[in-house]
């Protein structure tokens, strides 16, 4: 009887890696779709077959190799991180890791993950830790197991993230041959300037992609962002590039045309205070691009930025003061946020980040010089939405999330309002745009079953009315504000940027953004030309 019991515990050992490995392992490698669909019935009918082998065979220790089994562990160790990566955000590469964890504070970042996506660490870390068991019983019970693991590790080291940005960073892809001429020249080349000089006012909405108008259980809740596009100029096919699922990574490519790359990010030179949002008189970020504020400094604009939460997070406060913003305020900024209510993980509270953007367009609009408003908000990011005391769920059930959105479209629609009570509606773009599609929340389910159809938010409001369907992703907005700003330039292009409203192609609409992708990730060439000491073409 105990022999028997050994023998079936031994034959789940099978059953539960071969489980393990195709739900922690094989999402975080990076082996295309087709390949993985094909892995995981090889995955899982090799290990029924050493199921059956374990049932019919006498139980016994077999030989074990503990050489085979550190490498396991430590090959398992190294995929976690991909791995919860890709669980929490749908992004796990290497560039990733580099920019998260060289760009933020390490106790917010840890604050906010236990917070935010707690569940998905330890998920994926007790499925590791199970992994590691799984392969020591294999190792030791199982028919053919110790070459089953063999074979796993190799699987895990060829598709690992961090092997393929090695063999990247020595071979390049062949398809970033699609960028020389772009690198060539990145900075816009301005022809001719407006001779009527716009406001412009820039609203990031945090995750709030497009998208939600096509699930029944927030398109109510989104009903005031789909108004606002019927009201303006929409732009509702941005895709999503690899390089721009995080903030700073869509603020960057829909300010400057290019993707940020983590090439620069331990520069000895960077200097935000670690403690507090203090921005020294210098600062370097992304010196090798002209942005779209360098380009309205130049050209006497005010420019001002308002973020909820540590302008440290992302190095934002960095970025924003390397390009042309004279006045950048984030959550440290003002006296008494140690004792603020108004406040959740990630920072203010929407409420009272459209209330300080409401005073600081109010001071703007009395200076008499054209000015650039931007902000962030942050009560629709995941996973479940963080909207303030004063937003009440609507009908019973609603999810915060949800009632998040609603909310944050009342916010906007007031600001809308406070631009009109100040009479410079008809001086004023208003750029409504999503800082990139939403990572796993509670309608994560919802937006798996479109996610052919996912796209950004964007809509400007001003002079135009119309819908643009043109393919595109955030790196087109660059140009595009530029343009619909007045200037004109050259090649309608700026960074790797297109103008949607003029006729060059887009890269994606050239390439495909597959192969827009792989022209950029692991790009080293594009890596200097954007962390460049100076402003340059």
């Given amino acids: 009887m105990k022999k028997l019991i050994l023998k079936v515990f031994v034959a789940l050992v099978s059953v539960a890696f071969a489980a ?28 029924l077959v050493l199921t059956l082998a374990s049932l019919r065979r006498p139980f ?66 007790a499925k590791a830790a199970g992994l590691i068991l799984c392969g020591f019983f294999m190792i030791k019970y199982v028919p053919l197991g110790q070459k089953t693991i063999i074979a796993a590790t190799l699987i895990l080291f060829v598709g690992n993230p961090l092997t393929q940005f090695l063999f990247r960073s020595v071979i390049p892809h062949p398809d970033q041959t699609l960028l020389e001429a772009d690198l060539l020249a990145l ?21 709030l992609e497009r998208t939600y108008h096509q699930l029944n259980v927030s398109k109510e809740a989104f009903a005031q ?36 790359l983590p090439r620069g990010v331990f520069s000895a030179r960077r200097r935000i205070h ?35 939460s540590s302008l440290s997070i992302f190095s934002k406060g960095a970025f924003f003061s390397s390009h042309g913003f004279q006045r950048v305020k984030g959550l440290e900024s003002y006296p008494g946020y140690e004792d603020e209510p108004r406040t959740n993980v990630w920072g203010m509270d929407d409420d009272l980040l ?62 809308l309002k406070e631009i009109e009570a100040l009479g410079i509606q008809d001086d004023t773009l208003v750029v ?50 530029l343009e619909l700003l007045g200037f004109e330039i050259e090649g309608n292009r700026a960074g790797l940027g297109r103008s949607l409203i003029g006729d060059a192609p887009t890269l994606v609409e050239s390439f495909g953004l597959r192969r827009t992708n792989r022209a950029i990730k692991n790009n080293a060439d594009l890596q200097r030309a954007i962390w460049a000491d100076t402003h340059g073409n």
């Fill in 20 to 47: 393990l490995l195709i739900f922690v392992s094989v999402p975080g490698l990076t082996f295309n779709s087709t390949v993985k669909a094909a892995g995981v019935p090889i995955i899982g009918l090799h290990c």
């Fill in 354 to 415: 459209f209330e300080r953007l409401a005073e600081e367009l109010r001071w703007l609009a009395g200076q008499e010089k054209p000015f650039v408003l931007t902000t962030l908000t942050l009560s629709t990011h995941g996973p479940d939405g963080y909207p303030e005391q004063n937003c009440a769920l609507g009908s019973k059930g609603e999810l915060p999330l949800v009632a998040a959105i609603r909310c944050s479209g009342a916010h906007v629609n007031g600001l």
């Fill in 274 to 308: 670690d403690k507090i949002d203090v921005i020294p008189e210098e600062t370097d970020f992304l010196m090798g691009v002209r942005c779209l504020g360098d380009i309205l400094n130049e050209e006497g604009y005010i420019a001002s930025y308002i973020n909820g």
């Fill in 60 to 125: 016994r220790a077999r030989g074990r190799s503990a050489t085979v089994f550190y490498i396991w562990c430590a090959l398992v160790l190294v995929t976690l991180p991909f791995a919860f990566m890709k669980s929490a955000f749908g992004v796990g590469d290497v560039a990733s890791i580099l920019i998260t964890v060289a760009e933020n504070r390490t106790a917010e970042m840890v604050a906010v993950g236990l917070e935010g996506f707690a569940k998905e660490f330890w998920d994926i870390f």
């Fill in 225 to 260: 962002f789909s108004e606002f596009e019927k009201a303006g100029y929409a732009f509702p096919n941005l895709l999503q590039l690899h390089s721009s699922f995080f903030t700073a990574g869509g603020i960057v490519a829909s300010q400057c045309g290019v993707p940020l």
């Fill in 187 to 207: 900075a816009p080349v301005i022809q001719a300037s407006p001779e009527v000089q716009k406001n412009l006012v820039v609203v990031y909405l945090e995750s």
């Fill in 432 to 481: 409504l745009l999503s800082d990139h599609l939403a990572f796993r929340n509670a309608l994560h389910s919802e937006l798996l079953a479109v996610s052919d159809d996912r796209r950004n938010y964007v809509v400007v409001l001003g002079d135009e009315v119309g819908v643009n369907a043109r393919e595109g992703t955030l790196l087109d907005v660059y140009p595009t504000l």
